[in-house]
């Protein structure tokens, strides 16, 4: 047994959901093969969410949040993993209804670990997170489905998230030229230093709802908002192209019809980062740390501690986060 500090999100008489550093023990853990000592977890939404009550995402209280977390082995009663190990935990059930990367400890399944790739420390690992791995995935779908770099740019959407300024990198520094939607126009440098070579208001991608179509501009998309900024995406892609769809911040639903498919052949693809079989995530993780490593993860990053995490979800949910947040546990 172990004591740590952990982030506990519980449930208030009145209704109200409460986040406080308090110290549990390993005790407290839920089963699992492997328990690991986390170094950094990361900041995201879906994070958020359970932190402040979301039934959706988490159904019972008290409860840590994280759905990511790096760090060492402490215990293993499996042959796949030794003490000292450095893993990576993302998706699954991590964070939801299973203590999360918020606490110093986490016990899960052996089903769940991915030993840490050699390209990649403990710490770059959660700067990419859930996020860059879900941008991964977006591109690697892009490009199964015909994209290649080319005269036409790639749009991003939500682009000064955490997934859209991955995304954007990751384009950028595989050689496409990328076109960045924000709502925060004082953010046109940060993406300019990510690699984005146009930056477009999105305002720009909430004109023409009501239209069937739109003109043909993309080759292709990574779409991490969703609602009708999404089906405006589809409407005003290239012949041939796709988008890849990741996100709902703007709505889960839109206006739709039938005509850029059957017009111009292009195709919305869906990306889940959460539930894939463990073999892909580890070859996701194996690219971005070699052939696809994001050269300006630093430009990306603000990281907070234990104790400062309140006030990051505060932010997040406001929608004032830009790029990612990373949360030292040691």
């Not at 000064?160 to 991955?166: D, K, L």
Request: aromatic residues 6%.
């Amino acid at each position: 047994m172990a004591s740590f500090k952990a982030l506990l999100t519980t449930e208030q008489a009145d209704g109200r959901f409460e986040s406080n550093v308090v110290e549990r023990s390993t005790d407290d853990l839920p089963t699992g093969e492997v328990l690991i000592r986390v170094a950094y977890s990361s900041l995201n939404y879906k994070d958020a969410l359970s932190a402040t009550g979301n039934r959706g995402v988490t159904r019972q209280f008290p409860h840590t949040p994280g759905i990511d977390a790096a760090g060492t082995v402490s215990e293993s009663s499996v042959a796949e993993f030794a003490v000292g190990d450095e893993v990576i935990v993302t998706g699954y059930d991590l964070g939801m209804n299973t203590a999360g990367g918020f606490g110093q400890y986490i016990r899960v399944p052996a089903a769940w670990v991915i030993r840490r790739p050699a390209g990649l420390s403990l710490r770059d690992a959660m700067i990419l997170g859930t996020a860059g791995l879900t941008a991964a995935l977006c591109v690697d779908k892009l490009e199964q489905a015909g994209l290649e770099p080319g005269e036409a740019p790639v749009l991003v959407t939500g682009a000064t998230g955490g997934v859209g300024s991955i995304a954007v990198a990751l384009l950028a520094s595989l050689g496409y030229k990328v076109a960045a939607v924000t709502g925060k126009s004082s953010q046109a440098d940060f993406l300019r230093r990510l690699g984005a070579q146009e930056v477009v208001e999105r305002s720009a991608l909430q004109a023409g709802v009501e239209k069937p179509i739109l003109k043909e501009q993309w080759a292709g998309a990574v779409d991490t908002v969703g609602g009708d900024i999404l089906f405006n995406v589809v409407k005003s892609l290239r012949r041939g192209a796709s988008v890849a769809c990741c996100g709902l911040t703007a709505g889960t639903s839109f206006q739709a019809n039938v005509l850029p498919f059957i017009l111009r052949g292009v195709n919305l693809l869906g990306v889940d980062s959460v539930e894939i079989p463990l073999v892909v995530k580890a070859s996701m993780w194996d690219k971005l740390s070699l052939q696809w490593k994001v050269p300006n993860l630093a430009d990306l990053v603000q990281e907070v501690t234990l104790d400062e995490l309140p006030g990051a979800i505060e932010r997040i949910l406001a929608g004032g986060q830009v790029g990612r947040t990373l949360v030292r546990l040691d």
